[in-house]
């Protein structure tokens, strides 16, 4: 899904658009791309100190599983149902 892409990897828009294009989207789908806003992830890195994990290279794998849950999940998952698919 090219939403999902764009918000996991922080592709610019104007190239997730010109992707749309070329992948002979609808005008509808790209109309929504042109606009779609991304809300704030409500996870931070002192979510994760509080959680009791150490501050290093453990950080990027926890921070992508629950980025890519909220994406796929339509940005609806909160900070704490995030936060639980961290295993320590």
Request: charged share 20%; proline share 9%.
């Amino acid at each position: 899904d090219l939403v999902v892409y764009m918000v996991m990897e922080n592709v610019p828009r104007d190239w997730v658009v010109e992707s749309a294009y070329l992948l002979d989207m609808d005008p509808l789908s790209i109309a929504i791309l042109k606009d779609f806003e991304v809300p704030s992830f409500p996870v931070t890195g002192y979510d994760l100190i509080n959680l009791g994990m150490k501050p290093g290279p453990s950080y990027a794998p926890a921070m992508y599983k629950m980025k890519e849950y909220w994406v796929k999940n339509g940005f609806s998952p909160t900070k704490s149902e995030l936060l639980q698919l961290i295993s320590l």
